[in-house]
């Protein structure tokens, strides 16, 4: 859903009246919904629980989607899409402390099996939203694809919605944004996962226009796009296996952004002499958002602390990576060509290093938890 809208932004706007700006504030939404309402998932939780909390973001997520396909209003449209992102906002942020309840000593495998479900989606929300709406006649029709997918979803989840966790030994049943946001850990994994989130959002947002922009027709830059999407499928499930395994893996880690700052290299210096090369390089570079989802389920010992550091992590991170994209466009426009911009995006991975390096360390973040 997050993704499937930019696809079609210029048919959308045309028929409900957006104008420039309200169609920029719609592709920034997604990031600006994760923060807010990320922030206040975990204590949404500890009120209803977190199976009904996320029942309720998935019925939220079906609505706002349905609903907005009915309106011809712009305000409206922006309304019900903040409703439907603020759904899955809470429930990408509760995921992996019920990953910690339910499968505490597989938390890899249960972490690798929802990342790769993530990654198809998006692969699917931003492949086949321009195809569906050539065929069934419009962007309203293609966005239902979305609304079926959310209606599934939560027809599976209501049966764990009346779910009541039994005590844990050790769990710390409150643990707040504040004390998270007063352990380096949490600040770590909060400034990885901005980093990482401004790069991801940015190559799904620019890349095809890089790409354009030296002379590449339209369908092979939406090929681009495709692989710099597609190749994370198989990331997504082998990577968070890996990090359940693994008590430092930072070279997994320094890999990845490796790859990451070598595709923009190539992007920069020679867009069409390797394009497929660069966009499957900035693939396997995005491959630190499943690292980071294995983090939050091995970087804390109880389902509480791992919302909290879930939570704290997401809000602050988009909050950062909201700027990535608007800062690209932003530099494009001001410099009229992308090696100012990408020279930005590649500056990011200073402190994306840094802030890693220190969060795939062998630590939980109850140990740094204030007194």
């Known amino acids: 859903m997050a993704v499937s809208v930019g696809p079609v932004l210029q048919e959308i706007s045309r028929d409900i009246g957006l104008s420039g700006t309200s169609a920029g504030l719609l592709t920034s939404l997604p990031t600006l919904c994760f923060a807010a309402f990320g922030a206040l998932a975990p204590g949404f939780a500890r009120r209803v629980g977190a199976h009904t909390a996320i029942a309720l973001s998935l019925a939220a997520l079906v609505l706002g989607q349905a609903a907005r396909l009915l309106t011809s209003s712009s305000v409206a449209f922006l309304g ?101 946001a007063r352990t380096k850990l949490g600040w770590a994994l909060a400034i990885m996962f901005g980093c990482q989130s401004a790069q991801a959002y940015t190559i799904f947002g620019w890349l095809p226009s890089v790409y354009r ?9 939406g090929l681009m796009l495709g692989i710099a999407t597609g190749v994370g499928i198989i990331p997504s499930f082998l990577i968070p296996a890996y990090v359940a395994r693994t008590r430092n893996p930072s070279i997994l880690f320094l ?28 693939a396997l570079g995005t491959a630190s958002f499943p690292l980071l989802l294995a983090l939050f389920g091995t970087r804390a010992r109880t389902p509480t602390a791992t ?43 200073v402190p994306m290093v840094i802030a890693g390096l220190y969060a795939c360390r062998p630590q939980v973040v109850e140990d740094q938890l204030p007194a």
Do not use: K
């Open 307 to 349: 919302a909290a550091l879930s939570g704290f992590a997401q809000s602050v991170g988009y909050s950062l990576a909201s700027l990535g994209p608007l800062s690209f466009g932003l530099l494009h426009t001001v410099t009229g060509g992308w090696t100012v911009p990408i020279s930005v995006q590649l500056s990011l991975t």
């Open 80 to 180: 019900l899409s903040v409703l439907a992102l603020g759904g899955m906002a809470v429930a990408n942020v509760l995921l992996p402390s019920l990953v910690r309840e339910h499968y505490p000593h597989r938390v890899g495998l249960a972490t690798a099996l929802y990342s790769l479900t993530m990654t198809i989606g998006v692969t699917l929300a931003s492949s086949v939203t321009v195809p569906l709406a050539h065929a069934l006649g419009g962007w309203r029709a293609s966005l239902t694809a979305g609304v079926i997918a959310a209606a599934v979803a939560l027809a599976c989840w209501l049966p764990l919605a009346r779910h009541r966790p039994a005590p844990h030994h050790g769990d710390i049943r409150h643990v707040s944004l504040r004390m998270i």
């Open 255 to 282: 890999s990845i952004v490796a790859c990451l700052a070598a595709g923009y290299l190539g992007l920069m210096l020679d867009p069409l002499g390797f394009p497929a090369l660069w966009a499957l390089l900035l």
């Open 213 to 221: 922009s030296a002379g590449m027709d339209e369908v092979n830059a």
